[in-house]
């Protein structure tokens, strides 16, 4: 029980701190960044709570139902490669010209002509 009322405040204090290094300059409230750091390493249970309450600027969703405009705007637009139709057009491509290559060379080797080739075929 006494380390859980150790445990418990460095917990909240780590946790508080690493968010006010991670929030930006613009997101925190009342003060500069430096001073919250201060104040959460230097007033122990009460810098944290205070950093959590009033420190930084909340963006809440209109409905709490999903992310904000806000976070959709800065979430960067990633797609998976079997749903990117970019991807999925080169790899039709390169199947093609693998499909091309590999009857060049069929035909190469089975002894028939190539529109390319200058020499009759070989009998």
């Known amino acids: 029980m006494r380390a859980l009322m150790f445990i418990v405040p460095l917990a909240l204090t780590i946790y508080a701190f690493i968010d006010c290094l991670n929030t930006s300059e613009e997101d925190t409230k009342h003060l500069p960044k430096i001073a919250w ?3 959460i390493l230097l007033f122990w ?3 944290p709570v205070v950093w959590l309450v009033a420190g930084k600027a909340r963006h809440n969703g209109a409905g709490g139902a999903g992310p904000s405009s806000w976070q959709r705007a800065r979430r ?3 797609v998976a490669p079997d749903d990117n139709p970019d991807f999925l057009k080169s790899l039709k491509a390169d199947k ?28």
Request: proline share 8%.
């Open 37 to 39: 750091v201060f104040i």
């Open 96 to 123: 093609a010209d693998k499909d091309t290559e590999a009857e060049e060379e069929r035909g190469r080797r089975d002894g028939g002509t190539n529109p390319d080739d200058k020499a009759p075929p070989a009998s």
């Open 45 to 47: 249970i009460v810098g």
């Open 76 to 78: 960067q637009q990633w």
